[in-house]
């Protein structure tokens, strides 16, 4: 089904998916032909995937409980150190978001403010 979907908007002129040469794929660069109309791009560095931290759960959810443990250990209370990795962990997810937005900002030539 979705071949024949592919099939019907690229007749109708809409669509068109273009594999990139080699050198767009080695420099990253855009396709030529994108500054007159909508092309799309296959993804073969995954970039969409690494702009967003896609797959990054493990390892930050390892961060916390690392810093936790040091801040236990550190602190002596439990109370204290569970605030501290609440406020650290608040600021990575600000941190996350706010690059994440300016860099797919960057990446896709879309205002940030524009972005859901």
Same mark, same amino acid.
């Given at each position: 089904?979705?071949?024949?979907?592919?099939? =019907? $908007?690229?007749?109708?002129?809409?669509?068109?998916?273009?594999?990139?040469?080699?050198?767009?794929?080695?420099?990253?660069?855009?396709?030529?032909?994108?500054?007159?109309?909508?092309?799309?791009?296959?993804?073969?560095?995954?970039?969409?995937?690494?702009?967003? =931290? =896609?797959?990054?759960?493990?390892?930050?959810?390892? =961060?916390?409980?690392?810093?936790?443990?040091?801040?236990?250990?550190?602190?002596?209370?439990?109370?204290?150190?569970?605030?501290?990795?609440?406020?650290?962990?608040?600021?990575?997810?600000?941190?996350?978001?706010? $690059?994440?937005?300016?860099?797919?900002?960057?990446?896709?030539?879309?205002?940030?403010?524009?972005?859901?």
């Amino acid at each position: 089904m979705p071949s024949v979907c592919n099939q =019907f $908007w690229s007749l109708c002129g809409v669509l068109q998916v273009i594999i990139p040469t080699y050198w767009q794929r080695l420099f990253r660069m855009p396709p030529e032909s994108a500054a007159n109309h909508t092309v799309l791009q296959h993804d073969f560095h995954h970039s969409f995937a690494s702009t967003i =931290f =896609f797959g990054q759960e493990l390892r930050l959810y390892v =961060f916390e409980a690392l810093l936790f443990s040091s801040l236990y250990m550190s602190l002596g209370n439990a109370a204290r150190a569970g605030i501290v990795t609440f406020v650290v962990q608040r600021v990575v997810v600000w941190i996350r978001q706010h $690059w994440g937005e300016n860099n797919l900002s960057r990446k896709t030539l879309v205002d940030r403010h524009f972005l859901i």
